[in-house]
């Protein structure tokens, strides 16, 4: 009996070091993305994707970067195993700058037709008329986003563009949410079982990307269809920590970036309770404060965080 106890325990011990073996490998992976090392994110990815090819978003981000890297091979492979593993967001999958390269191949059409046909057998009893309305909505919101930060992200940022393209950006934004303020107004806060999943993800984002004002109206009913099942925790955990900020108060999650006024650097913005982000971040099915700031291109540090966070907090005491 003891051997078998003892055979057991190895077992689990080899899927456990197994299990954050591979959350390493895509941490790895996401940090060469990052910082568009293309190349060794895809050879990181591979080491993940030997133990498992399970999570549609890990595989997703896999075929940008091996598309970024120009091994488009692999790039499909990779988007259409996302797509056997839940990946349903056509309006974004037509739209991202990463997988650009892969447009002029025969199989991008063979992709494109794959996930159509998969949509259409799991919308068969979606509102057609709103999935589409909101479908070009998603697009709308996106597109202009993605203008926005490929010029701000420039080496040197061209300030008259900045500001042309945020100014359509607002344009689009008031549009989109006269659009669906209206939805909302009328028919609440609609599930993926009535919109899907890209068109219930376009209501958030409309509403994350408004005036506080709105975020305040719209707030409690995504929390109350977040407890109904119609909405997403983890965005709403992205709409609970703008609210907060913009209320003078601190995020929850740790969501929120902004840039340190005394470095020039991206940070997190002041969070509650730091020890315990990651215990609330799982409870909405966010990843680590860690993995989150990878994405970010920063590093996190638990107590320089608390360090930074206090002195912060003093300076603002110490005001007039």
């Not at 490929?150 to 900045?162: F, M, Q, T």
Request: proline share 2%; with cysteine; charged share 30%.
């Amino acid at each position: 009996m003891k051997k078998i106890i003892t055979l057991s325990f190895i077992i689990l011990r080899c899927l456990f070091m197994q299990a954050q073996t591979y959350k390493e490998w895509v941490h790895k992976a996401d940090s060469c993305y990052t910082a568009k090392n293309y190349d060794l994110s895809v050879s990181y990815y591979d080491k993940a994707f030997k133990i498992e090819q399970k999570s549609w978003p890990d595989l997703y981000n896999a075929s940008c970067s091996a598309s970024m890297a120009g091994q488009h091979k692999k790039a499909f492979k990779w988007l259409n195993l996302s797509i056997d593993n839940g990946y349903e967001n056509m309006a974004h999958i037509k739209i991202d700058e990463d997988l650009k390269h892969l447009h002029s191949e025969k199989q991008w059409n063979k992709t494109i037709e794959k996930l159509q046909k998969k949509l259409d057998v799991i919308g068969a009893n979606y509102d057609k008329a709103l999935e589409k309305q909101l479908a070009e909505i998603y697009t709308e919101d996106q597109e202009i986003r993605g203008e926005f930060m490929n010029v701000y992200r420039a080496s040197k940022p061209d300030k008259k563009k900045i500001d042309s393209i945020g100014k359509i950006m607002e344009r689009k934004d008031s549009i989109n949410l006269i659009k669906v303020m209206k939805i909302l107004d009328e028919r609440g806060w609609l599930g993926k079982n009535v919109v899907g999943t890209q068109g219930n993800q376009t209501l958030f984002l409309v509403i994350q990307h408004a005036d506080l004002q709105y975020q305040q109206k719209y707030l409690p009913m995504m929390r109350e269809a977040v407890k109904n099942g119609n909405a997403n925790p983890g965005n709403l955990a992205y709409l609970e920590d703008r609210v907060a900020l913009r209320e003078g108060k601190k995020q929850i999650y740790g969501s929120q970036s902004l840039k340190n006024k005394k470095t020039g650097k991206i940070c997190i913005a002041p969070m509650i309770d730091p020890d315990n982000v990651d215990k609330r971040r799982a409870e909405v099915g966010l990843g680590t404060m860690a993995e989150y700031a990878t994405k970010l291109n920063i590093e996190w540090n638990l107590e320089e965080y608390k360090k930074e966070l206090a002195e912060t907090e003093k300076l603002e005491n110490t005001k007039p």
